[in-house]
């Protein structure tokens, strides 16, 4: 016959496992649906609520972002510009990125215009983030007429898809990248140009902006559809 003691040790352990399920449930369900940013909520020359500057490979500190006015915007008037290189290297990866927000498949969009830069040009998309050295990234670079598609392994960057494409610099251009399991396509301005399959991060982790070496740009209406 069980005591007790028994008796309310099961119910404290079914109420526990109840309430387990209920916060894995109601996670998940907060985690799916859509999260865009544009920025005009956000207060110019500081970065949005949540986000932080990175960098990888940087031995001389990050850039600097920030939010900045800028009225040819795709939804005015603000936009996330990297504003100071603040650095002289070359191999530096500059990272604007958000972590509470826990990506693994879905959609990720965003509006970019590449304003200067004479080692490189462009930037795009990080997602999957694990930390500052491993990640995917897709990036369009108006010096090379590209748009490529890498991941971010400790620190040392492989290319997985590579498109050639022409696009001018100084004008607002779409990028979207489609991640479902270890599937990947990348589009750019509605026209999907890179494809193909990789498994090195499987699991979920960060989303943000990406730029190497001295390319500074604007982005908005930053967008996340989870699955």
């Known amino acids: 016959m069980l005591k007790r003691d028994d008796i309310e040790s099961a119910s404290i352990s079914k109420i526990c496992i109840a309430t387990a399920m209920a916060v894995l449930f109601f996670g998940n369900a907060l985690q799916a649906g ?23 490979n940087g031995k001389e500190g990050s850039a600097i972002w920030q939010v900045v006015v800028d009225k040819s915007a795709p939804s005015p008037e603000h936009v996330l510009a990297l504003t100071d290189i603040n650095h002289h290297s070359g191999a530096a ?3 604007c990125r958000i972590d509470s927000l826990v990506f693994l498949d879905g959609e990720i969009e965003v509006k970019f215009k590449a304003n200067r830069g004479r080692i490189d040009q462009g930037g795009g998309i990080i997602w999957r983030v694990q930390d500052s050295k491993n990640y995917y990234i897709s990036r369009f ?13 400790n620190g040392y960057r492989k290319l997985l898809a590579n498109a050639d494409v022409i696009l001018h610099a ?12 270890d599937r990947y396509a990348g589009y750019l301005d509605g026209k999907k140009y890179l494809e193909g399959r990789d498994k090195t991060f499987t699991r979920h982790g960060g989303v943000g902006l990406w730029t190497k070496a001295d390319a500074a740009t604007s982005f908005d209406d930053f967008s996340v559809k989870m699955q």
């Open 170 to 181: 100084g004008e607002w251009h779409t990028m979207k990248i489609v991640q479902k399991g």
């Open 93 to 95: 990866f500059n990272l």
């Open 34 to 56: 859509e999260k865009i940013w544009h920025f005009d909520d956000s207060q110019a020359q500081k970065l949005p609520a949540g986000w932080k500057a990175d960098v990888t």
């Open 141 to 153: 670079n108006p010096l090379e007429d590209n748009f490529r598609l890498y991941f971010v392994k």
